[in-house]
């Protein structure tokens, strides 16, 4: 038989009614993949929370299937968002499926070209403004107070309530909550996502114990770390290139009610972590997804895991989102005459 669409089958923890049209893709169940060398190197049980693999690429569609789901049972016509790519490609595939129009503002040059590519090729309204990832958010809650479109950013509770279910697979997996849950904060509704999942799920009665939570921001956009805004954020990592996060309050209270923390790395050591991930364990991450193992990696320097501690860490999305910084990271491709001697020398065969 068919599975259920995921916000039907966590339905009991979530706000739908038997009126809710339900938006799915077949999002979520994304497989926990065991990473032995990165775990050898942290000296813990660590597993990856491979999200890549959702429809559009991202941990986004669990959020987006429950905001659009929930906005058509309100009647919406119209959904927008503020995106640094990955939320867009998320809400113009949503959109698409329930056949309503999709608004998209991106900070001009900043987007990856795989999230470019899925937002337009799905008919969304795609403008690129004279701004960052902050200043588009504003404008975006401004008109949606004043037009009737849907706010489809993580501001959205629906958002949050659906990314909960992340926490909730991690738990039906492992049979409990890990000791340390990882992630890369940008906006900071994925953390606070999963920390409310936790509890949740721990409160009905899934689970017996909640993690450490270990978020990270790239260095040149720490809002949370340094606790100020950053006014002009930059990294590699474009996803999460964000200086005022929307959700700033309720990360910190899950960083302080975890008892855990969160840290910067530096854009050196996303993009080892990042080459790391798909060389050593074969799982090829976007950018800013390889900040959660490059965090972890940042810690077990400082503060030694027990090799019992099971770690996981979120990879929020896909590699081929961003070809650019993947090619940007690689060797030149080897030239060659189409000759068996000529190949044979060049590889080093004998
Ligand atoms: N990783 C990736 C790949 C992302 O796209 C994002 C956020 C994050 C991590 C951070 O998650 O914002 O919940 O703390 N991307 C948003 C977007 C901002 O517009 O796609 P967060």
């Known amino acids: 038989m068919a599975r259920a669409a995921l916000i039907d089958h966590y339905r009991k923890l979530l706000p739908l009614t ?8 077949m999002e979520g169940f994304t497989p926990l993949i065991r990473a032995p060398r990165i775990g050898e190197i942290v000296g813990a049980q660590v597993y990856l929370k491979y999200e890549g693999l959702n429809p559009t690429g991202s941990f986004k569609d669990r959020g987006m299937t429950m905001a659009v789901s929930k906005a058509l049972e309100a009647g919406a016509q119209a959904v927008i968002c503020a995106s640094t790519g990955n939320t867009s490609a998320s809400a113009a595939a ?75 697979e991690v738990v039906d997996e492992l049979g409990d909550a890990p000791d340390y849950h990882a992630l890369p904060v940008g906006n900071a509704g994925n953390i606070t996502a999963y920390w409310r999942g936790y509890q949740a799920y721990k409160a009905a009665g899934y689970s017996r114990r909640l993690p450490v939570m270990l978020g990270f921001q790239a260095a040149g956009a720490a809002p949370i770390v340094l606790g ?42 996303i993009l080892e972590a990042y080459q790391l991930l798909v060389r050593s364990e074969g799982v090829f991450c976007e950018p800013a997804s390889a900040a959660s193992v490059a965090g972890v ?24 989102k961003d070809p650019q910084t993947a090619v940007d990271c690689t060797k030149e491709v080897a030239r060659c005459p189409a000759a068996l001697d000529a190949l044979a020398g060049l590889l080093g065969l004998r």
């Open 18 to 25: 038997h009126r809710t049209p339900v938006v799915s893709l």
């Open 228 to 269: 100020r805004v950053v006014d002009q954020p930059e990294t590699v990592a474009t996803a999460i290139r964000i200086g005022n996060p929307a959700s700033w309050a309720t990360a910190v209270a899950a960083r302080d009610e975890s008892g855990g923390s969160i840290d910067a790395v530096t854009d050196d050591e």
């Open 94 to 168: 949503y959109a698409a499926r329930a056949g309503i129009r999709c608004v998209v503002l991106i900070p001009e040059g900043k987007v990856a070209l795989g999230k470019l590519a899925q937002v337009a090729i799905a008919g969304a309204d795609l403008v690129a403004i004279d701004g960052n990832f902050d200043e588009a958010l504003n404008l975006v809650r401004d008109l949606s107070d004043r037009f009737p479109l849907a706010l489809a950013n993580s501001v959205n509770p629906f958002r949050i309530d659906g990314q909960m279910t992340g926490a909730f």
């Open 297 to 320: 990696i940042k810690r077990s320097k400082q503060h030694p895991f027990r090799k019992r501690d099971v770690i996981v860490c979120v990879l929020t999305g896909h590699g081929l």
